[in-house]
């Protein structure tokens, strides 16, 4: 067989499996979000996107201007997808301006091109589907009971949807970014990013599924687990978890950072704990960060002031 015919048929089957892949996706309709407030770029949105494993939500891809076919693009997968954009559509009227971060990083040449991809949460079923899940294993038996009686008290569901969340976004929406925009599908250019409970899932996704995110922020990170009370079992119980599941450092990035005011107030006592975890497992300057950011408050106008800063440390290029 000669070199050329058994490149051509290479070729075929390449473009033939994108093909497929893509019809797989006909019946997810997209559109571009006109509406939207932008500094740069451009917004798709997916209105209800299908979902075998959670409640269908909408999903938004933001696109940097002069986006091209012609390259490949990291790409970076956020929770809570409606706060990253547009402050007018907000309940708070705050966003994270990522395009406006994003846009001046690549401009800059600070990081590598990447797209973003948010997904937008439910309120009534956020905590449901961001915590994580297997930290309960780490809980104890008389405790897990109390904070399911609890629950069951205040008539609060008890289904936690943590692992089928992250089934959706591994399973169902990579496969569909990947198919449809020209992005690198690697790990090396695969990353996480999220704040509170957000923030929870971000690391929960980089130590479930190691092989797929070669990086994680974690902002505001809510190692509180759920409301903040005395003698609380969540914390030591998410710490467990980390403990056992933390990635291996040589091929990992993982940042975290915390304020001091409003609900950030109760996460700098766990700083040490942080540190001590990661950098116990071989984690250093290079690859971990945990950054107390003083005077700030949960919000995303705080979280607009530095997320150039996991940005950059995620995907510097």
């Known amino acids: 067989m000669n070199k050329l015919y058994f490149y ?16 797989s996706f006909s019946h997810i309709k997209s559109y571009t979000l006109e509406s939207a407030k932008l500094a ?6 997916i209105d209800s996107f299908p979902s075998k494993n959670i409640t269908p939500r909408p999903v938004d891809v933001w696109l940097p201007k002069n986006y091209s076919d012609k390259q490949k693009y990291a790409v970076l997968y ?14 708070n009227k705050q966003e994270w301006r990522i395009d406006e971060a994003a846009t001046d990083l690549m401009e800059q040449k600070i990081t590598k091109d990447f797209i973003v991809v948010g997904i937008h949460n439910i309120p009534d079923i956020r905590w449901h589907d961001l915590f994580p899940e297997k930290a309960m ?25 943590g692992d089928d969340y992250l089934k959706f976004l591994v399973t169902e929406l990579k496969p569909y970014i990947d198919a449809t925009y020209s992005v690198h599908t690697n790990k090396e250019n695969t990353f996480v990013a999220g704040s509170s409970m957000g923030g929870l899932m971000s690391m929960y996704a980089i ?7 070669q990086g994680a922020a974690c902002v505001s990170t809510h190692w509180v687990g759920a409301m903040a009370q005395e003698n609380n079992p969540f914390p030591n119980a998410i ?20 304020g001091d005011q409003t609900l950030d107030r109760h996460y700098p006592k ?7 975890l ?16 003083p005077n700030t408050d949960h919000s995303e106008k705080s979280w607009q002031d530095r997320i150039h800063i996991p940005l950059t440390f995620l995907l510097k290029k």
């Open 8 to 23: 051509g048929i290479v070729f075929f089957i390449i473009v033939s499996c994108d093909q497929t892949a893509k019809k």
């Open 40 to 45: 740069e770029g451009k917004l798709i949105r």
């Open 78 to 91: 956020m929770h809570d997808g409606q706060m990253l954009f547009d402050s007018t559509t907000t309940w």
């Open 137 to 161: 294993d780490f809980m104890g038996k008389d405790a897990k009971k109390e904070v399911l009686k609890k629950a069951e008290e205040n008539n609060m569901s008890t289904e936690f949807k």
């Open 207 to 213: 130590s479930e599924y190691p092989t797929i995110f």
């Open 239 to 258: 710490f467990g978890y980390v403990a056992a599941n933390i990635p291996d450092a040589k091929n990992h990035k993982i940042y975290f950072d915390y």
């Open 270 to 276: 766990y700083a040490p704990i942080v540190d001590s």
């Open 278 to 293: 990661y950098t116990n497992k071989g984690y250093s300057i290079e690859n971990f960060r945990n950054i107390h950011f």
